[in-house]
């Protein structure tokens, strides 16, 4: 009797350590081995990021080139410092609505000009640490009144890291 339970003891420790072995050697797609024999998890290289376009937002007349310090603004005050309402009659006429508990805004103002540009997003992405914004101006035809161009992006605050502003020419 002691035989049998000394047998089946056995049996069923090599059935453990073989089972174990097989998914000690198994490796994931998302797991790399370092030389050190510990695994590391491998973060993709770059992450498209969602984004809302804000609209019916303008920059405060109060406002100077070079005030704005980070494009990132996170509360409703700081925003409120530097842009105001342009609400107009219709059914697209309410600005964007932001919650700045759940998100921020990504800013980009352009200087004073004369001529109808335009700011466009052309892409968000997460890079390591850092949030990359790549954006474009075309520029439009000469115009009788002098403005600032803007483009406010709205952006989940799960997506954190510090902002790097791309302008891209095309």
């Not at 339970?5 to 059935?15: K, N, P």
């Not at 998890?41 to 980070?70: C, H, M, W």
């Not at 890291?161 to 891209?168: A, D, I, P, T």
């Amino acid at each position: 009797m002691q035989t049998n339970l000394y047998s089946m003891f056995m049996i069923a420790c090599i059935v453990f350590v073989s089972c174990n072995t097989s998914s000690k050697n198994s490796t994931t797609d998302n797991t790399k081995h370092s030389g050190s024999g510990e695994p590391k998890i491998s973060a993709p290289a770059e992450q498209d990021i969602p984004y809302t376009i804000a609209n019916r937002y303008f920059v405060s007349n109060t406002y100077n080139d070079g005030d704005l310090k980070n494009p990132k603004i996170t509360t409703a005050e700081q925003f409120d410092e530097f842009f105001g309402m342009a609400t107009v009659m219709g059914p697209d006429g309410q600005p964007t609505p932001i919650d700045f508990s759940r998100q921020y805004v990504l800013s980009v103002i352009s200087a004073l000009s004369d001529r109808d540009a335009r700011i466009s997003p052309v892409s968000l992405k997460h890079r390591a640490d850092t949030i990359v914004f790549s954006y474009k101006i075309t520029g439009g035809e000469k115009s009788t009144v002098t403005t600032r161009p803007v483009l406010l992006i709205i952006v989940d605050n799960k997506f954190q890291g510090e902002v790097k502003l791309v302008k891209v020419s095309m």
